[in-house]
Structures are given as structure tokens and as C-alpha cells.
């Protein structure tokens, strides 16, 4: 079994580790903070530029009425362009923040995390945060996303992990 370090991340002031599972727990309907999308073209891995944080995973908040998974899809398009295959979608788990005031820790929230194929990608509404997206290989994450910490080396790599064992490799893509 993985084992998933808790880290400090500054700019949420919250301690953070990841729990694999397919669903969230009993107490995570009302403590969704945002849902992330590792997705994947072909062999790359598809990293949205947010502006003023540079190269991320697709990720935002749920809008009333949606779904988990509605708002992964969601997130996806508006920050990449990228339409993700309806079959080639699963939940892995989620990340656990829990906040830190003055040094005690206090209330959690979870980010529902996906892995994802995606088929194609078209344009992005005109109204994203987004600049954009880069198509990267998942050996260029550390040097390319816009921090790297423990954490996420070992859950991108549980990600990967997920992706092979579930989808397996090579969905085809077309040329871009």
C-alpha cells in the first residue's frame, strides 16, 4: 500500500495528504472544496495555465446542483479545452486540507480527484482564468508544474498507476 505524506501547503495554510478511495466519505458531502482532474492525451499529461500560478491540474469548485464528476468534466473544458471520454473517467480519491489556525489544526475539506482521458480538445470559452494549456511528460512534472512537494510526486504517481491499471495505455488520439 502507498503511504501518502502530509504536508504544510502555504497558500491554502492547511496541512495536506491524499487518500486513495472510490468515493468520498460519509462527511464529504458538504466539505467539497474543489474536485482535480489528472488528465491524459495520448502519453502526456495535460496541465491547465492558470494565470497567476503558471502550470496545474485542472481543478475548481462544484456549482450548486453538480455532481462531483459534472464538475470535473466542467473544470476540464473551461480550463484546457479538453473534452474527457465519458468511459475513460474515474474517481481515485481525494485530497484531505485541514486547516491550520495559529498552529492548531481545525476543520477539513476534500478534493475529489480524478484521472481522465481526454478524447479531443476544442476552444476554450472566452471567459476562463486560464492563458491556455501545456501537453507535458509525466517524467517533466516536477520541473514543469508551478510547485512540487512529496505529496504530489507520490500522488501523480499513484495516478499513473490508477490509469494503467484501470484504462490501461495508448487510448488513441487524433493529430492535433
Known amino acids: 500500500m502507498k503511504v501518502f505524506p502530509t504536508v504544510y501547503w502555504q497558500a491554502m495554510k492547511a496541512n495536506a495528504t491524499f487518500v486513495p478511495a472510490d468515493h ?84 477539513h475539506v476534500y478534493c475529489p480527484t480524478f484521472i481522465a482521458e481526454a478524447t479531443h480538445f476544442e476552444n476554450m470559452p472566452s471567459d476562463t482564468e486560464s492563458l491556455g494549456f501545456f501537453l507535458v511528460d509525466p517524467q517533466d512534472l516536477a520541473d514543469s508544474y508551478y510547485f512540487w512537494d512529496d505529496l504530489l510526486s507520490t500522488e501523480f504517481d499513484y495516478a499513473a498507476e490508477c490509469r494503467e491499471r484501470w484504462f490501461g495505455r495508448g487510448y488513441p488520439i487524433p493529430d492535433l
Open 24 to 107: 468520498l466519505p460519509a462527511d464529504g458531502a458538504g466539505r467539497v472544496y474543489a474536485v482535480l482532474v489528472h488528465v491524459y492525451f495520448g502519453e502526456k499529461i495535460v496541465l491547465a495555465n492558470i494565470d497567476g500560478r503558471g502550470a496545474c491540474t485542472p481543478s475548481g469548485r462544484v456549482e450548486p446542483g453538480e455532481s462531483i464528476d459534472g464538475a470535473a468534466v466542467r473544470e476540464t473544458f473551461e480550463e484546457t479545452g479538453a473534452v474527457l471520454h465519458d468511459e475513460r473517467r474515474r474517481l481515485i480519491g481525494y485530497y484531505v486540507l485541514s486547516s491550520v489556525d495559529e498552529g492548531r489544526q481545525s476543520d
